[in-house]
């Protein structure tokens, strides 16, 4: 299946895990719409599943049982860039997946003993080198071998949670975990950066609410002038809106943009999108790299069509 080539092979590549220990967050509906909204900018775009349910697949209308390939593929074996080629599927609108399956659950006991264990979510992603201007990794919501190769590999990571106080809690231990990878002499990923939270489900009608956003400000701003890998996070805003459509569009195999276009759900998902795109032309641009105008794909609304059918499809989490 052919992919795409960015215009500027030496260009950067934003490479973004989504993480969270906690399920039940937003953390794949996250990874998906925000990766398909930047996609709809006409930037090629990957979203990589590392979460053995295969939601994100799912979400996007691939049935991870019929794949001839898929992650767990090229992390067992040798990725080459043929073989990558025919892991990924073009899902439209410059977006691609590179589907999971049940059979990644046993990757940890696989490559236990493996001396590069750790570096085979960066060797898969090399293979794709100068095809995707951003890659988005869904992780699972454990802290396992898995999610360290997507740590290990990325360059940011993205924490997707609600605004809820033992939600705010949980946001600490991550951090730590980061620190824990990316500073000191046994550090795996020297380059790991937290870029921030997105608040998803959220009301922003609540007392509760507002506190714990506020706790969240203030702890990115004191962390500042700090020499730890979240000195320059921040919440992202606008948050993700609490919204129905969310909910319902992965059971269609879609993202909220081909599900239901005009919900709050993608305009929220557009706005922030918008975020991330401009501080990333910002920051190549700031070092000189020319920067092509992408046109947009058109928001078309659509009816909604009846529902995938898989025997591995669960009630959405992440």
């Given at each position: ?93 410059n977006l691609f997946v590179l589907p999971s399956h049940t059979d990644l659950a046993a990757t ?114 004191a962390a500042r002038g700090q020499d730890v890998p979240w000195k320059m996070a921040r919440v ?53 790299i020319v920067i092509e105008k992408k046109r947009e794909a058109p928001i078309v609304e659509t ?16």
């Amino acid at each position: 299946m052919p992919i795409p080539g960015v215009p500027n092979s030496s260009r950067p590549v934003r490479l973004i895990a989504l993480m969270n220990q906690k399920g039940g967050v937003g953390k794949t509906t996250t990874t998906v719409n925000l990766a398909a909204a930047i996609a709809r900018t006409g930037r090629p775009t990957l979203v990589v599943d590392m979460d053995p349910q295969a939601h994100a697949s799912i979400a996007l209308g691939v049935d991870p049982t019929a794949a001839s390939h898929t992650v767990y593929d090229l992390l067992i074996g040798t990725p080459t860039p043929q073989l990558a080629a025919s892991a990924v599927h073009d899902v439209g609108n410059n977006l691609f997946v590179l589907p999971s399956h049940t059979d990644l659950a046993a990757t940890e006991s696989e490559l236990a003993m493996a001396p590069d264990r750790l570096q085979r979510m960066e060797r898969v992603l090399a293979a794709f080198e100068g095809r995707f201007e951003f890659v988005l990794i869904d992780c699972p919501p454990s802290l396992g071998l898995l999610t360290l190769n997507a740590l290990a590999a990325a360059r940011e990571v993205l924490i997707p949670m609600q605004a809820h106080f033992l939600a705010l809690q949980g946001v600490g231990k991550l951090l730590e975990t980061v620190r824990a990878l990316a500073v000191g002499p046994t550090a795996i990923n020297p380059r790991l950066k937290v870029a921030g939270v997105v608040l998803c489900m959220h009301d922003t009608s609540s007392t509760h609410t507002k506190e714990v956003v506020a706790d969240l400000d203030g702890f990115f701003e004191a962390a500042r002038g700090q020499d730890v890998p979240w000195k320059m996070a921040r919440v992202f805003r606008p948050a993700i809106r609490r919204n129905i459509k969310l909910a319902e569009c992965p059971s269609f195999g879609k993202t909220i943009f081909d599900y239901a276009p005009l919900a709050t759900g993608a305009e929220d998902y557009k706005a922030l999108a918008d975020v991330f795109v401009r501080d990333w032309d910002a920051f190549l641009s700031a070092r000189g790299i020319v920067i092509e105008k992408k046109r947009e794909a058109p928001i078309v609304e659509t009816r909604s069509s009846v529902p995938v059918e898989s025997s591995s499809l669960e009630s959405p989490r992440g």
